[in-house]
Antibody, heavy 121, light 109 residues
Framework: QVQLVESGGGVVQPGKSLRLSCGAS????????IHWVRQAPGKGLEWLAT????????EYADSVKGRFTMSRDNSKNTLYLQMNSLRVEDTAVYYCAKDLPIGGGYNFQYWGQGTLVTVSS | QSALTQPPSASGSPGQSVTISCTGTSSDVGGYNYVSWYQQHPGKAPKLIIY???ERPSGVPDRFSGSKSGNTASLTVSGLQAEDEGDYYC?????????FGGGTKLTVL
């Protein structure tokens, strides 16, 4: 079955960098767009970014554009989120997510368990 | 401030129906038939319950239904059950990005 497993979260100081990983299994990773969504403690969901199946196209929310970069290694079935210039307000649980195999737009049917990033001095 | 507007809370008794609204603009909800709804229980990842305004993924009970009129989408939960209690989020495609609502806490009385 489809599995997504995030890793790499932790505590980091403001202004520093962190790289998250999302390992995928149970589906054809190389042919699927993948997304990052985050949720600050006690707050709602926020779409962050989407990377195309081949890694050539990426879309980012304004809140992270220029600071976060998605990449993927299809040979390792792994997605990465490089987060630079981290801010206190980036503190959140970060999820990777995969769409339904049908339908238009973005439909996040499969989610990982999330990894917590805490930005604090 | 969230891109889509949802009421912060909703409630109903077991067996009743409750409707949650989600208001956006012509750039998101009104511009695409790509509205989704997610259910989230504490400490868990969200679960997709409605996509493309009114479609249900496999395994989602037909007690959950969606609709849209203009810039406002709605989720109706019929025959409320205790396990329906949780947070509900709407989202809409907005042209190479997705926007979420702020979430609605549904309480089953």
């Amino acid at each position: 079955q489809v599995q997504l497993v995030e890793s790499g979260g932790g505590v980091v100081q403001p202004g520093k960098s962190l790289r998250l990983s999302c390992g995928a299994s149970g589906f054809s990773f190389y042919s699927n767009d993948i997304h990052w969504v985050r949720q600050a403690p006690g707050k709602g969901l926020e779409w962050l970014a989407t990377v195309s199946y081949d890694g050539t196209n990426g879309e980012y929310a304004d809140s992270v554009k220029g600071r976060f970069t998605m990449s993927r290694d299809n040979s390792k079935n792994t997605l990465y989120l490089q987060m630079n210039s981290l801010r206190v307000e980036d503190t959140a649980v970060y999820y990777c997510a995969k769409d339904l195999p049908i339908g238009g737009g973005y439909n996040f049917q499969y989610w990982g368990q999330g990894t917590l990033v805490t930005v604090s001095s | 401030q969230s891109a889509l507007t949802q009421p912060p809370s909703a409630s109903g008794s077991p067996g009743q129906s409750v409707t949650i609204s989600c208001t956006g603009t012509s750039s998101d909800v009104g511009g695409y038939n790509y509205v989704s709804w997610y259910q989230q229980h504490p400490g868990k990842a969200p679960k997709l319950i409605i996509y493309e305004v009114n479609e249900r993924p496999s395994g989602v009970p037909d007690r959950f239904s969606g609709s849209k009129s203009g810039n406002t989408a709605s989720l109706t939960v019929s025959g409320l059950q205790a396990e329906d209690e949780g947070d509900y989020y709407c989202s809409s495609y907005a042209g190479n990005k997705e926007v979420f609502g702020g979430g609605t806490k549904l309480t089953v009385l």
